[in-house]
């Protein structure tokens, strides 16, 4: 090889096809602005709530759009893996583990393919205030969903942005099934029995989307988007408290 002015470098010792397969995983496999090596069109994760931890089943609908092996980053860091996962791709696959991005699938295909991944796992629910939460990390997929039973008749539950909760059905007396859309990168579910509230008690929920802007080194202004939620319908007056050295200034929709 040789560098922008023409003298010869010396390179690892590899053969064309190497070297070819090495650069078009570099550049997303199909150059610059060509599309991405694979693609996940659905994903789906369904299961129940047992015993402190949800087990699960993962099943994604996946495009490998590249021959030879394709990295997969699956992502999922917080979940056990109970087997290990199945494609109906065909080829060659194994499943690792990396620190800083938690499960990478890998897979190699002898042609552009479709297919469904299936991979059953169980994560732990975990008590904070009263609730139960589950919290996992998922990769980007075109579409994404999310469908937990829950052995309680009654709940009340909430998402974090920018999933979306759908309306709970009840398949039994006994049981509640919570679902929510738009599941992909960091999820989390929250979930209390709604027996919890009683008529006497009044709970307010508050939910706040803060904006910075670094004006310059010694200055910045940040705006407050707070949302309150109270059970009994009306909010009353209220206090906020701002961080030492901040002043409010009113807004045109305050």
Known sequence: ?????????????LSLEQFQRLYDRERGAGGANGPPAFSIQRLRVSGEVEG?????????????????WT???????EVVSRQLPTWDGGGQQFLDYEAD???????????????????????????????QRLTFTAPRAVTS?????????????????PAALLPSSHPTPDRTELAAVGISNDFQLSWRAGD???????????????RMQVVDPR???????????????VVGPFRVR???????EPSDDA
């Open 1 to 13: 090889s040789s560098d922008l002015n023409g003298n010869l470098v010396p390179v690892l010792d």
């Open 145 to 161: 969903e999310l469908r937990l039973g829950v052995p309680e008749p009654h709940l009340l539950a909430k998402v974090m942005e």
């Open 71 to 77: 990295r997969i980053p699956l992502r999922f860091p």
């Open 101 to 131: 991005e938690g499960f990478v699938w890998w897979v190699e295909c002898d042609a552009p393919k479709a297919g469904q991944f299936r991979w059953e796992v169980a994560l732990p629910v975990r008590e904070v205030s009263r609730e």
């Open 242 to 248: 701002l961080p030492a050295g901040m002043r409010y």
């Open 219 to 233: 200055q910045v202004r940040a705006e407050a988007r707070l949302r309150l939620t109270s059970n009994r319908g």
């Open 196 to 210: 919890v509230l009683s008529a006497s008690a009044a709970v307010l929920e508050s939910q706040a989307n803060i």
């Open 52 to 68: 402190g931890q949800a087990k699960l089943q993962i099943v994604a609908d996946m495009l490998v759009k590249q021959t030879g």
